[in-house]
């Protein structure tokens, strides 16, 4: 059958933006004074927002800024290290995970202490020694360099320290937006504020025992790097395969996904079964591929961008859809269910993350989709010959491949 038959009638074929009334570029190809912006800019900033400066034709009305970078946000330094973050108080729309970036110089210490929330973490720099008790009482002292993945469940204690040569950078997840780093409950606050007769009486000895406790708390300090590790995990008492893994190897793990364009690898509950909490992808895309159109049923979707540079697309209801670039250390946030694809906008390989509030990964591709609807149904809807629909992909991908030129 002829698929074209009923379409609407346009005189020259343009792509998106039917909707009245008219917005974006795309209807501005005769009416260039539209498009002038001669007030004050800083062209340092808008070098790195291509896509946001002249935006995409197709682009349509505005939503919610779903960009954030921990390059923006200030620091917090102590000795020993720095913290800076991102709560939703920062980035309105992030109200599932509040993101924080972390350095502990070689020995460096982020004192011992626990919080209403979970963190889930990525090593993204570096060795780091963690430490934790179970729920069940059971603890753990581990070393995890970079691509491993911790997590620890709300109100499970742990402390994390530096190793040489360079320290530890990492990026954590609290599954609440509006977890702070700065508010966190600390071994040093406690002891500073229980009176000591009360220390004396819980830990059986003499109060003078409390008299060169710190008055005010550490949160990071200095430290001497840790020995060999079976020495701190006997020293704690840790028994061998008793606990749950705090700890996944997720840039060493089988990918959900892989072809010439990339990879998807995925920690959830599925395969690391502490984290029910956060499930995540480690998406990697070789140049001129993309991140299919997708979208998530089950939570939002916090991003952050290791390397590499990229745009992405948020498409909601509306419609609206809104495109910006992403760099190192940036951070993006997409709404539940909101459509968007991430294309590699650079020569270098783009990789990212992707961490959501649930207990497992779920995604929706588009092209899986169509691949299992009647194909006469959807050249209904798109004009496209049912043949040329035909060779679209027959099932999510993840990645688009590279095309063979
Ligand atoms: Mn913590
Ligand atoms: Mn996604």
């Given at each position: 059958m002829d698929s074209s038959e009923g379409a609407p009638h346009h005189e020259t074929p343009t792509l998106?933006?039917?909707?009245?009334?008219l917005e974006g570029e795309i209807n501005t190809a005769d009416d260039?004074?539209?498009?002038v912006m001669d007030g004050p800019q800083n062209r340092v900033i808008e070098s790195q927002f291509p896509n946001q400066i002249d935006s995409p034709p197709t682009d349509i009305s505005t939503q919610p800024f779903f960009w954030s970078s921990f390059n923006i946000s200030p620091r917090r330094v102590q000795r020993g290290g720095w913290a800076r973050e991102i709560t939703s108080a920062d980035f309105h729309i992030s109200d599932e995970i509040a993101g924080v970036n972390m350095y502990l110089e070689p020995g460096g210490i982020r004192e011992l202490h626990w919080h209403q929330t979970a963190e889930w973490a990525v090593m993204t720099k570096g060795r780091c020694r963690v430490t934790t008790l179970s729920r069940s009482g059971l603890p753990s002292v581990e070393d995890v360099e970079e691509g491993d993945l911790w997590f620890f469940p709300a109100g499970t204690p742990h402390s994390l320290q530096g190793l040489g040569p360079v320290g530890a950078e990492f990026v954590l997840a609290f599954?609440?937006?509006?977890?702070?780093?700065?508010?966190t409950l600390l071994l040093t606050d406690w002891f500073a504020h229980t009176p000591p007769d009360v220390l004396a009486k819980n830990f059986g000895?003499?109060?003078?025992?409390?008299?060169?406790?710190?008055?005010?708390?550490?949160?990071i300090f200095p430290g001497d790097e840790p020995g060999e590790l079976e020495r701190d995990q006997d020293a704690s008492g840790v028994t061998w395969?008793?606990?749950?893994?705090?700890?996944?190897?997720l840039s060493r793990s089988e990918p959900l996904h892989q072809n010439s364009g990339g990879s998807i690898q995925i920690a959830d509950s599925t395969n690391f079964p502490l984290s029910n909490t956060v499930a995540a992808a480690l998406v990697t895309v070789e140049p001129g591929s993309m991140r299919e159109l997708h979208w998530h049923p089950n939570a939002d979707e916090w991003q952050y961008y290791l390397r590499g540079s990229a745009r992405m697309t948020v498409f909601n209801t509306g419609p609206h859809a809104n495109t910006t670039d992403f760099r190192p250390g940036d951070v993006g946030v997409v709404k539940r269910n909101y459509g968007h694809y991430i294309e590699n906008t650079g020569d270098d390989v783009l990789q990212f993350l992707e961490v959501f509030k649930a207990d497992k990964y779920e995604e929706v591709s588009l092209a899986n989709w169509l691949a299992h609807v009647p194909p006469s149904l959807v050249s209904a809807h798109l004009n496209i010959p049912e043949e040329v629909l035909a060779t679209f992909p027959r099932g999510t991908q993840g990645i688009t491949p590279r095309r063979t030129a």
């Open positions: 998106g933006n039917p909707d009245l009334p260039t004074a539209a498009t599954d609440d937006g509006a977890q702070s780093e700065s508010n000895v003499a109060q003078e025992v409390f008299t060169d406790i710190p008055l005010h708390n550490l949160w395969g008793a606990a749950e893994p705090i700890i996944f190897r």
